[in-house]
Nanobody
Framework: QVQLVESGGGLVQAGGSLRLSCAAS????????MGWFRQAPGKEREAVAR????????YYADSVKGRFTISRDNAKSTVYLQMNSLKPEDTAVYYC????????????WGQGTQVTVSS
């Protein structure tokens, strides 16, 4: 079992930045691929960024490439999402998740953190 707790969400103006953190506990953190997902009202959940267990591979949605950066610190069992040049369409609840394969299914989810970008 893996427990995940997100933090760092909030309200920011368009063009601003936020850094989300997700602290994990319960199992060997580096064994898991990690991902950030988001869900806006009335929309399906989408994968935003994903990273392999050792941090050697990253994957991004086209909508965030060049603006968002995913990283992890395995010594701290924490994954981050640095979000720059935020747009109103980035407004959503952001979830971190852990899975056995970076492009596979994710089995463990955090409770989510709200990100609101005002225009």
């Amino acid at each position: 079992q893996v427990q995940l707790v997100e933090s760092g969400g909030g309200l920011v103006q368009a063009g601003g930045s936020l850094r989300l953190s997700c602290a994990a506990s319960g199992r060997t953190f580096s064994n898991y691929a990690m991902g950030w997902f988001r869900q806006a009202p009335g929309k399906e959940r989408e994968a935003v960024a994903r990273i392999t267990g050792l941090g050697r591979g990253t994957y991004y949605a086209d909508s965030v490439k060049g603006r968002f950066t995913i990283s992890r610190d395995n010594a701290k069992s924490t994954v981050y999402l640095q979000m720059n040049s935020l747009k109103p369409e980035d407004t959503a609840v952001y979830y971190c998740a852990a899975g056995s394969s970076v492009l596979g299914s994710y089995n463990y989810w955090g409770q989510g953190t709200q990100v609101t970008v005002s225009s």
